[in-house]
């Protein structure tokens, strides 16, 4: 398809395992962004590349949290030992540039 | 502290009739501005974009206005139509490879 898909969609997982959520962005998308949705919230910035480069993960909120892209293009959140608040629904979005982002369909996590 | 601020979650027009959506900011290095719209179980859709340097964007029935000094931004549907009831976001970027950041969204229903 022609615009950016994550997978899985949802997932369910018990307190303390690791999760590792995908993100395939548009092809020739330079720049890859990760957000993180709470309910009735706006999506909240985690961490972005440009090409295989991680730019800036100041969004990232502590070390259990880490992403990557190594070639450059499909990118993957790692999540370690969840925990129940990292409950979320969780966006990858690509864009040409840093602005007018496309955005994927979201993999909604739940912590048991 | 929420730099991006919307404060009416929700908002509810009539067929044929104007939508006005408003958001507010509090950082003053905000340059570029961004609507965003999104259906139930998809991904944010970007909608229509406004740079500091103007105060008007229109793109068909959809027009942004910025009043810098107020630090204001809305958004007009005109005429409004069913299709458009979705959740709408607010984004805005500073200068810079900033990432951007997002309101909390209000939610626009348009009656028939």
């Known amino acids: 398809g022609a615009g950016v898909s994550q997978s899985p969609r949802y997932k369910v997982t018990k307190r303390g395992q690791d999760v590792a959520l995908r993100c395939d962005p548009i092809s020739g998308h330079v720049s890859l962004y990760w957000y993180r949705q709470a309910l009735g919230q706006g999506p909240e910035f985690l961490t972005y590349?440009?090409?295989?480069?991680?730019?800036?993960k100041s969004g990232l909120p502590n070390d259990r949290f880490s992403a990557e892209r190594p070639e450059g293009s499909i990118s993957t959140l790692t999540i370690q030992r969840t925990e129940q608040r990292d409950s979320a629904m969780y966006r990858c979005?690509?864009?040409?540039?840093?602005?007018?982002?496309?955005f994927g369909p979201g993999t909604r996590l739940t912590v048991l | 502290d929420q730099q991006v601020k919307q404060n009416s979650p929700s908002l509810s027009v009539q067929e044929g009739r104007i939508s006005i959506l408003n958001c507010d900011y509090t950082n003053s290095m905000f340059d570029y501005f961004l609507w965003y719209k999104k259906y139930p179980a998809e991904g944010p859709t970007f909608l229509i974009s406004?740079?500091?340097?103007?105060d008007k964007n229109e793109d068909g029935r959809f027009t942004v206005f910025l009043n810098k000094s107020a630090k204001h931004l809305s958004l007009h549907i005109v005429p409004s139509q069913p299709g458009d009831s979705a959740v709408y976001f607010c984004a805005a970027s500073a200068p810079g490879n900033t990432p951007l950041v997002f309101g909390k969204g209000t939610r626009l229903s348009v009656i028939a």
């Open positions: 406004i740079s500091s340097i103007k």
């Open positions: 590349f440009n090409y295989e480069a991680q730019q800036d």
């Open positions: 979005a690509s864009s040409l540039s840093m602005v007018e982002q496309f």
